[in-house]
């Protein structure tokens, strides 16, 4: 009876470590997510605070079509827009921690993916001087009754992930280049799709400087808030979330 108490203790004291040790993971986790979206969110703010005065001095006469006032209107909605990034991905990164995050299938068809993107970084495509080139779609994807299952939002958030990745890194003068094709569902996930289905596949190709296999491992298998090549040495105005969110969507989709 002892030696089974002390059996019984022992399995007491290792459960507990192991809850301790659980708890201090997540409890980290967290830390370093405020201590990251801190961090982030305070040059854009500092931006807005810095725009806010200097419109409050301009002269009473000053109207929306000067030249310097439309140059802050613009650089604020920049402004704005990265720190609405930020806080999107700091919220998706927990509910992602916390199992929290969940799907919402709905039939779509492929060119409702394409036509978003599109409609998204058209206009930012234009500006930095890159052509954003959407390859047609194969004709039996672009058929009528041609649809695929799933959550459209969250897997335009992946693709949006990566055009948005495509276009900060690839110079004036280059082209990032968005296509979709599908291939025959191989069932590896589990999910018992009938026979005969499809599976949808996404491709964006950019003109940018590359990663070697090295920065590329850490971008495919690294931790949550990496950055490698040129986004971890200048700054990519982002939070390092992007990738590790859309692979946390992409396995859940299966």
Same mark, same amino acid.
């Given at each position: 009876a002892a030696v089974a108490q002390v059996h019984m203790a022992e399995r007491e004291r290792s459960t507990q ?14 830390s370093r997510l405020i201590r990251v979206s801190m961090h982030d969110l305070r040059s854009p703010l500092l ?76 206009? =930012?495509?234009?500006?930095? $001087?890159?052509? !954003? ?7 039996? &994807? %672009?058929?009528? +009754? ?19 990745n495509a276009l900060k890194f690839t110079e004036a003068g280059k082209a990032v280049h968005l296509s979709v ?51 971890? =040495?200048?700054?990519?105005? $982002?939070?390092? !979330? ?7 969507? &992409? %396995?859940?989709? +299966?």
């Amino acid at each position: 009876a002892a030696v089974a108490q002390v059996h019984m203790a022992e399995r007491e004291r290792s459960t507990q470590a192991v809850s301790l040790a659980m708890a201090s993971v997540a409890t980290e986790a967290r830390s370093r997510l405020i201590r990251v979206s801190m961090h982030d969110l305070r040059s854009p703010l500092l931006s807005v605070l810095n725009l806010a005065d200097m419109m409050g001095k301009l002269p009473h006469a000053t109207t929306l079509g000067d030249p310097g006032l439309r140059e802050a209107v613009r650089t604020l909605g920049q402004c704005t827009s990265l720190m609405e990034h930020i806080v999107s991905d700091m919220l998706d990164f927990e509910r992602i921690d916390s199992g929290r995050l969940t799907l919402v299938h709905a039939p779509f068809c492929a060119s409702e993916l394409l036509e978003a993107a599109r409609a998204t970084f058209a206009g =930012l495509a234009v500006e930095k $001087g890159v052509r !954003l080139e959407i390859a047609p779609i194969d004709a039996g &994807l %672009a058929a009528e +009754g041609a649809v695929f299952v799933g959550d459209l939002r969250r897997l335009q958030q992946c693709v949006n992930n990566g055009v948005s990745n495509a276009l900060k890194f690839t110079e004036a003068g280059k082209a990032v280049h968005l296509s979709v094709f599908a291939t025959p569902h191989t069932n590896n996930s589990g999910n018992n799709a009938p026979a005969g289905c499809r599976q949808l596949h996404v491709r964006v190709v950019d003109e940018g400087p590359g990663l070697s296999a090295a920065e590329l491992e850490i971008l495919l298998d690294g931790e949550p808030f990496q950055q490698v090549g040129r986004g971890m =040495l200048q700054g990519s105005g $982002g939070t390092g !979330l992007g990738l590790s969110i859309t692979r946390s969507i &992409l %396995a859940l989709c +299966g």
